[in-house]
């Protein structure tokens, strides 16, 4: 049977002190979230496992999710963090690199006030190290952002890079201009996959409807065909605007209605397997 994973999800205790987005004013995110807490939904939806990110820019972050991962055996994976500005950066990835579940970072494009300084020379040098040695990396960025994206992109060609949450589409307003666009053009590039993940937050919280997600859950099909897509939840963010098993029945209700088993084991977990290069019984996932 094929591993099924939730290849995007986060834990957090908050008395750490990492979270300063996570205040007392959003109470559907102001407490701890850990492993016992996820189980439930995992075996619900038999999910074998989960990757859990980084959703901090710290080390100390990274670090205690390893520590997580060390105890858990549901965390098949930790996408962790590291500030490719700063000189330091190769240290601090060669230390994370020696713990068997750490697979990859997180580029934060979304928190820079000015996403285009990934185009500077420093930054697309310190990729270009990680691009060499086929290090995943997870992309987060808002839609408005996806044009500075696409030129590192187009600068770094062979970047393993994922777009987590489909790029953050407007679908609040259901607009699909520029974002479609854009994301036709970031598709081009065969090492790049999508998640289809953090939709329920994009959309008006606890208020959306079915109808608000397929556009974009077709397109992003269309864009990057079953092979390229990966299923997140992007727990607990999600219980801002839906539950865990309506995180799941909106894409089930979007995916295109000819898709075979084939086509869902890859959505949930041989996709996410040949991403980040997990292994399994002694076999190495590879992408073209």
């Known amino acids: 049977?094929?591993?099924?994973?939730?290849?995007?999800?986060?834990?957090?205790?908050?008395?750490?002190?990492?979270?300063?987005?996570?205040?007392?004013e959003?109470?559907?995110?102001?407490?701890?979230?850990?492993?016992?807490?996820l189980k439930p939904h995992l075996d619900s939806h038999q999910l074998d496992g989960s990757i859990t990110v980084q959703a901090a820019p710290t080390l100390e972050e990274t670090d205690y999710?390893?520590?997580?991962?060390?105890?858990?055996?549901?965390i098949v994976g930790v996408v962790g963090w590291i500030d490719l500005f700063d000189p330091e950066h190769?240290?601090?990835?060669e230390r994370f690199r020696k713990h068997?579940?750490?697979?990859?970072?997180r580029i934060m494009i979304q928190d820079m006030p000015d996403a285009n300084v990934i185009l500077e020379p420093?930054?697309?040098q310190a990729l270009n190290e990680y691009v060499k040695e086929d290090v995943p990396i997870d992309l987060l960025v808002r839609s408005h952002q996806l044009e500075p994206l696409l030129k590192l992109i187009e600068q770094v060609p062979g970047i393993r890079g994922v777009v987590d949450h489909l790029g953050k589409p407007p679908i609040r307003s259901g607009q699909m201009k520029p974002?479609?666009?854009?994301?036709?053009?970031?598709?081009?590039?065969?090492r790049i996959y999508c998640k289809l993940s953090g939709m329920v937050t994009e959309a008006e919280h606890c208020r959306w409807s079915q109808e608000d997600f397929n556009e974009y859950v077709h397109k992003v099909v269309a864009m990057f065909g079953p092979d390229r897509v990966i299923f997140g939840s992007d727990w607990p963010v999600c219980l801002l605007s839906a539950e865990y098993d309506q995180v799941v029945d909106v894409l089930a209700e979007a995916l295109p209605k000819h898709w075979g088993e084939r086509e869902h084991a890859r959505l949930f977990g041989l996709n996410a397997k040949a991403f980040y290069k997990l292994e399994k019984d002694g076999v190495h996932h590879e992408i073209p």
């Open 100 to 105: 068997p579940k750490f697979i990859g970072f």
């Open 179 to 190: 974002w479609e666009s854009l994301m036709k053009q970031i598709a081009r590039f065969p």
């Open 1 to 24: 049977m094929c591993m099924r994973l939730d290849a995007h999800q986060h834990y957090w205790l908050i008395e750490r002190g990492d979270y300063d987005w996570i205040t007392p």
């Open 65 to 74: 999710l390893l520590s997580l991962a060390d105890r858990d055996a549901t």
């Open 122 to 124: 420093a930054f697309i």
């Open 26 to 37: 959003v109470p559907e995110l102001y407490r701890n979230f850990l492993p016992s807490d």
């Open 90 to 93: 190769r240290r601090h990835y």
